[in-house]
């Protein structure tokens, strides 16, 4: 059923039930399971029954929103989502009618608009649902006020001392009074720059601790150029991954230089809860063959199933991990449990989604559900053609790709498709309390305007 529907404006809708509640960050959870609310209000039997509103933003929004039910702004409770652009301006939006509540704009934003620095990170909500932490391409996270959009005394924190290289792509994480990021470089790879994790104070926005995957040795913040060594970028949509329960984190890095002493390239690395040492790490025999062809192991980060992480890459694969073990011995190469091709063998750069023992991954060219059983990954059906990062809320798949569709997760079976929207880079729904989310566009376009469709049942 291929359905291409809008509705303009900012008319408000009829009262619904309210079903499935806050998303507070990319992936829903601080695992990046990617697996929202068990109830959303939307089932395989009205899902073709959504009506879309498009709705104009001031930027593009190359990441996903967040949401917050019932939240008081300038004084009356909204449903609102919140987003930020690829030039670091952050807005709330009533989820109800589109209407823009507040828009915060960075104070660098005149000098960074239409220009190549730009952010693909999601920001997360204070547990609090008092602030929610945005970045902006001036190497700064800032702290907002859910109410008014204003910045929170004590703010913004510096995360970069070199943002013309070093890019603030990665979704922000929270977990333990600490907000989390990881750092990478710009399309081209200009050095110098290198991959850190930035665990940051979440009252005082002091910085609390600093791993960085290049001179790891170095526990502050780097001048890159007082690195020997180059690139290492932490870019995957998920950025930094929180293991329910330790609280351990874990990151994967891109092409760089890998020595298993203080150089950490193209490695999936699980360090402390606070990011101030590193742990395990699981690096592939052909790391260096990697690095020379720029075939980025972290394409995409680790995602957690059933006691085990799964580590995609630019090569097509996907490999079962030991989450307590990764690789084995700290600095050794190889030790994967599995090693299996991506749907279609082809290149991923998306968030997987995991959904019990189902593993849902979207590569360049096609969409597969692996299912975990007896310890191995086994395909249970795959579509072709590429897509963003898959989302599963309410029993159902959903997935974006110029077309937002609709899927059975246990069968792969098309339920529904909403046709007619703009270019997929990185962005992917949300779902939750009756409404879908979804920005279009791409930040490599450079555009200083963009577009959020909401889908809501009439």
């Avoid at 104009?56 to 019932?70: M, W």
């Avoid at 987003?83 to 807005?91: D, E, M």
């Avoid at 110098?192 to 001179?215: F, K, M």
Wanted: proline residues 5%.
């Amino acid at each position: 059923m291929a359905l291409s529907l809008a509705a303009s404006g900012s008319a408000s809708v009829a009262p619904r039930a309210e079903v499935g509640g806050d998303w507070t960050r990319f992936g829903y959870d601080a695992a990046r399971h990617d697996a929202g609310p068990t109830r959303t209000g939307i089932t395989a039997a009205n899902v073709g029954r959504l009506r879309r509103q498009r709705v104009t933003l001031d930027g593009t929004v190359d990441a996903s929103p967040i949401y917050l039910r019932g939240v008081r702004i300038h004084g009356a409770r909204h449903d609102a989502f919140f987003v930020t652009t690829s030039y670091g301006r952050t807005l709330a939006i009533d989820a109800s009618n589109g209407a823009i509540l507040w828009q915060f704009t960075p104070r660098s934003y005149p000098s960074l608009a239409g220009s190549y620095r730009i952010t693909n990170s999601t920001p997360v909500a204070d547990p609090s649902r008092r602030f929610v932490y945005g970045a902006s391409p001036d190497g700064l996270v800032h702290k907002l006020s859910v109410a008014s959009g204003s910045e929170a005394r004590g703010w913004p924190a510096r995360v970069s001392l070199l943002p013309q290289r070093e890019k603030l792509g990665t979704s922000l994480n929270f977990s333990r009074g600490l907000v989390l990021l990881g750092t990478g470089g710009y399309v081209g790879d200009a050095p110098p720059y290198q991959g850190h994790v930035v665990a940051i104070n979440a009252t005082t926005g002091r910085i609390a601790h600093v791993w960085n995957s290049l001179c790891s040795n170095v526990r502050r913040l780097l001048n890159p150029s007082s690195c020997a060594n180059s690139d290492s970028a932490i870019w995957a949509r998920s950025g930094v991954v929180v293991v329910p329960g330790t609280g351990r984190l874990l990151v994967a890095t891109g092409n760089g230089r890998f020595d298993g002493k203080h150089n950490w390239g193209d490695s999936a690395l699980l360090l402390t809860s606070n990011a101030r040492g590193l742990l395990r790490n699981w690096t592939p025999r052909n790391q260096a063959s990697l690095e020379s062809g720029d075939v980025d192991l972290g394409s995409t980060a680790p995602a957690l199933i059933s006691g085990y992480a799964v580590q995609g890459g630019k090569d097509g694969k996907l490999r079962l991990l030991s989450l307590s073990r990764l690789g084995g011995k700290l600095g050794a190469t190889g030790g994967e449990l599995q090693t299996l091709p991506a749907p279609g063998g082809a290149a991923v750069f998306t968030a997987p989604a995991v959904y019990g023992k189902r593993l849902f991954v979207a590569s360049a060219s096609g969409l597969g559900c692996y299912v975990l059983r007896n310890g191995r990954l086994h395909l249970s059906w795959q579509h072709s053609g590429g897509a963003t990062s898959p989302v599963v809320a309410g029993g159902l798949l959903y997935v974006y790709n110029g077309s937002l569709s609709v899927y059975a997760p246990a069968t792969g079976k098309l339920i529904a498709s909403f046709s007619g929207l703009g270019s997929a880079h990185w962005s992917s729904p949300i779902v939750t309390d009756g409404r879908v989310a979804l920005p279009e566009g791409d930040a490599n376009d450079h555009r200083t305007s963009g577009v959020l469709d909401i889908f809501r049942l009439p």
